[in-house]
């Protein structure tokens, strides 16, 4: 069983930055995919961010070259590092990790861009 666990959200102005911090213990945390994913109100759940175990990267168009997605595997940490936000940008935020067929899923921690 993994634990997930967010914290770092909160409320921005527009063009700000944020630092997203999510923990999975309970696991080797270096196999784990790691993922953030968000939840606007009225909409899908969708991905932004994406790291593999190797330290690959994938993110959402709407928020390459805004975002970045690492990990540090020493503490078993993933981070959303969220700059230039955008109103649009305002969700819950979700920690998600990921080992072969199963799912974890963190709490949500909510960030909110004012315009």
């Known amino acids: 069983q993994v634990q997930v666990v967010e914290s770092g959200g909160g409320l921005v102005q527009s063009g700000g930055s944020l630092r997203l911090s999510c923990t999975a213990s309970?696991?080797?945390?270096?196999?784990?995919?790691m993922g953030w994913y968000r939840q606007a109100p009225g909409k899908q759940r969708e991905l932004v961010a994406r790291?593999?175990?190797?330290?690959?990267?994938n993110y959402a168009d709407s928020v390459k070259d805004r975002f970045t997605i690492s990990r540090d595997n020493a503490k078993s940490t993933v981070y959303l590092q969220m700059n230039s936000l955008k109103p649009e940008d305002t969700a819950v935020y979700y920690c998600?990790?990921?080992?072969?067929?199963?799912?974890?899923w963190g709490q949500g921690t909510q960030v909110t861009v004012s315009s």
């Open positions: 998600n990790a990921h080992l072969v067929l199963t799912d974890y």
């Open positions: 309970g696991m080797f945390f270096n196999m784990l995919v």
């Open positions: 790291i593999t175990s190797g330290g690959s990267t």
